[in-house]
């Protein structure tokens, strides 16, 4: 079945960007998800893209996507110590069940 | 435009016994899906309700059940309460039936604790 794979920590410099890449196996994803969940809190909606696009920038966000090879980036520019959290990729396999990776915690040093 | 509620926020139960869990919907929103996450880990699909009929499951037993109500509201219920039961339970709504074409947006979850 799909499976979705993210290394489960990212350490940066705050004010240095961050690139948290992910990795699916279903190549019928059609839609492709970045969830944000800090400490205690629900999930929230970063960003989504659709499978028939390169990139998509939002702000301090930029999402990636390599079709070819199932990969799929999040860039958050100019990190500060709110982006702290669990950011987890999400990618729909061929019966739009919603696929989760495991979260890369993103840890800012000051 | 209201987000997603659940109730209540935290709950305490003991082994065995079953638990009734609630989610209002995004206004707008006409599907609802529920998820358990375990500490340290990612959301697990437990099933989703499209028209007041379960539409999805996820690989969960019989004892974890739902509802759905003409308001789009959803109730999860879990019987005979295992320890590995406690987690964060999510409610996610969205539009259209939830063909993985539309975001979810999440509560902030009940964080259930089985003794």
Not at chain 1, 7 to 31: A, H, P, Q, W
Not at chain 1, 84 to 110: E, H, M, R
Not at chain 2, 76 to 93: I, K, T
Request: hydrophobic share 30%; net charge negative.
């Amino acid at each position: 079945g799909e499976d979705v794979e993210q290394s489960l920590f990212l350490s940066v410099r705050e004010g240095d960007s961050s690139v948290i890449n992910c990795t699916y196996t279903d190549s019928s994803s059609t839609y492709l998800y970045w969830y944000k969940q800090e400490p205690g809190a629900g999930l929230q909606l970063l960003t989504y893209i659709f499978s028939n696009m390169d990139m998509k920038q939002d702000q301090r966000l930029t999402v990636l996507l390599n079709k070819k090879d199932k990969h799929l980036s999040l860039r958050i520019a100019d990190t500060q110590t709110g982006d702290s959290a669990i950011y987890f990729c999400v990618a729909s396999d061929s019966n739009y069940q919603l696929i989760w990776g495991a979260g890369t915690k993103l840890i800012i040093k000051p | 435009e209201t987000g997603v509620t659940q109730s209540p926020t935290h709950l305490i139960k003991t082994r065995g016994q079953q638990v009734t869990l609630r989610c209002s919907s995004q206004s707008g929103h006409n599907t609802v899906s529920w998820y358990q996450q375990a500490l340290g880990q990612g959301p697990q699909f437990i099933f989703q309700y499209y028209r007041e009929e379960e539409n999805g499951r996820g690989n969960f037993p019989p004892r974890f059940s739902g509802l759905q109500f003409p308001n789009y509201s959803s109730e999860l219920n879990v019987n005979a309460l295992e320890l590995d039961d406690s987690a964060l339970y999510l409610c996610a709504s969205t539009k259209g039936g939830g063909q993985g074409n539309s975001p979810l947006h999440f509560g902030n979850g009940t964080r259930l604790t089985v003794t």
